[in-house]
């Protein structure tokens, strides 16, 4: 009997167990922020069948998003369902169906399973955001950030959900690009990585993983390219032109490094590793350049000023 007691609360155990390693099966999702970034989340999601809340300070940049997203589903469209426009039609009708905008955030979290954070990189605005949002999420909600370049260690810290917070690196434009850089905090659980993993897969993405260290994989090895090409040219070796062609041509890079930057944003580059110097001053890697520095203060900022490294019409 005792046996059959032990056996019995074992099993019992084992079951419990299991349910709660139990990934989530993310249906709800909101997304903060309208911009390019948070519209081109909300429109995979929402054309991969998940109801999806977007989110913004008015209802001006939230009609600019859904404009933007109309816009972009119809030129998916004209490719996906070339021959069949009744299809096509029907896919975009049925995608806006999914969406829907609100400027509340706090009274739309409380039935949501993720909450996708893509507002602008800034630490501590991102932490009040989270910290106000995890007041009223329901306790299985998971929280995710789209920052490129801050650590989700410090966000996830603004929260009691620590175990439910990860990283979800999404890239511009997000309706073409593939890649989604999936981060695992030190105290994200697995079954919150994997539910994050499976939410990639399900908007059409391929998932990569990475642990929170700066920059993540792409942008780590991206920034320090792009700055160590800038050197280069501070130095006097090479002319910003000869680099991006022999970039171009001899590494295979679609773009060089100063074209890069330019479409980047000049300020967004240099937020980046000005953020990624004060964390580790020591690594050459890290160093600011006073070009780049200079140019942002002159606001040549890249192709959306009309000049960067480069001028544009």
């Not at 007691?5 to 084992?14: L, N, P, Y």
């Not at 249906?27 to 989340?41: E, F, N, R």
């Not at 706090?106 to 399973?113: K, L, R």
């Not at 910003?240 to 074209?259: Q, R, S, T």
């Amino acid at each position: 009997m005792a046996f059959a007691t032990r056996h019995f609360v074992r099993a019992a155990s084992s079951d419990a167990a299991t349910a709660a390693a139990k990934k989530l099966l993310i249906k709800h999702v909101t997304i903060i922020g309208g911009g390019l970034m948070g519209a081109g989340i909300a429109q995979v999601a929402a054309a991969s069948g998940h109801t999806v809340v977007l989110v913004d300070q008015s209802d001006e940049i939230l009609k600019k998003s859904t404009k933007g997203i109309e816009e972009s589903l119809k030129r998916v469209t004209k490719k996906k369902f070339a021959d069949k426009p009744e299809a096509g039609a029907e896919f975009i009708k049925k995608t806006l169906k999914n969406l829907t905008t609100s400027t509340d955030a706090a009274s739309v979290v409380h039935s949501t399973d993720l909450v996708i954070e893509a507002i602008v990189e800034n630490l501590e605005v991102k932490n009040e955001l989270f910290k106000t949002l995890d007041k009223f999420a329901p306790e299985h909600t998971i929280f995710a950030s789209n920052t490129s370049s801050l650590q989700i260690t410090k966000m996830a810290n603004a929260t009691t959900r620590q175990d439910r917070f990860g990283g979800l690196h999404f890239f511009n434009p997000v309706p073409m690009m593939k890649l989604v850089e999936v981060i695992k905090t030190p105290m994200t659980s697995q079954k919150t990585f994997e539910s994050l993993v499976d939410f990639s897969k399900a908007v059409g993405k391929s998932p990569v993983s990475c642990k929170d260290t700066p920059g993540f994989i792409v942008n780590r090895l991206l920034v320090p390219y792009m700055m160590e090409a800038v050197r280069l040219f501070e130095r006097g070796d090479a002319s910003k032109e000869d680099i991006d062609v022999a970039m171009k041509l001899g590494a295979g890079y679609p773009m060089g490094p100063f074209e890069l930057l330019d479409y980047v944003g000049l300020d967004t580059s240099k937020y980046i590793i000005d953020g990624w110097h004060s964390l580790e001053p020591n690594n050459p890697l890290f160093a600011p350049s006073p070009l780049l520095n200079k140019l942002v203060e002159e606001k040549k900022l890249g192709k959306k000023t009309g000049e960067g490294f480069y001028k544009y019409k």
